[in-house]
């Protein structure tokens, strides 16, 4: 058995929210169906990273928990140029939190909501992070 954990999203449009991370580089490798046909659950991989996103009935149906509003997680993503990202995000309507930014830390970072909300990091690290932006 192979042993691995992942966070799972909860979305009112899973179908949406998976194409949101797909764009970050993400590949579906899983699709079970939910009611009436549309996506009740895709599981996505970049690498060795994985996440999923379900309808957000599955903590009811399964825990009996009610999901919170959201934001409902933060994502940490790496990306090769935070700004580009960002720029291509921006682009299809995608919500900029904080422009992206040269840390102390050495990384470029940059804060987006995927389509229901979610907070998302983008982050270059430093030895690729895009110089010439702010701080």
């Not at 149906?61 to 919170?68: F, N, R």
């Not at 904080?98 to 389509?115: I, L, N, S």
């Amino acid at each position: 058995m192979t042993r691995r954990a992942f966070p799972v999203i909860y979305a009112k449009d899973v179908e949406g929210v998976a194409s949101f991370y797909a764009g970050l580089g993400f590949e579906e490798h899983a699709r079970l169906p939910g009611p009436g046909g549309a996506p009740g659950f895709i599981g996505l991989r970049r690498d060795a990273a994985e996440l999923a996103v379900t309808t957000e009935d599955a903590p009811r149906q399964l825990a009996g928990v009610e999901p919170g509003p959201g934001p409902r997680h933060e994502l940490f993503v790496y990306v090769d140029d935070v700004d580009e990202t960002v720029a291509g995000l921006r682009a299809t309507g995608i919500a900029v939190v904080r422009e992206p930014t040269d840390m102390p830390w050495g990384e470029r970072v940059a804060f987006v909501t995927d389509p229901e909300g979610n907070l998302v990091s983008l982050a270059a690290p430093g030895s690729t992070a895009t110089a010439g932006g702010t701080s």
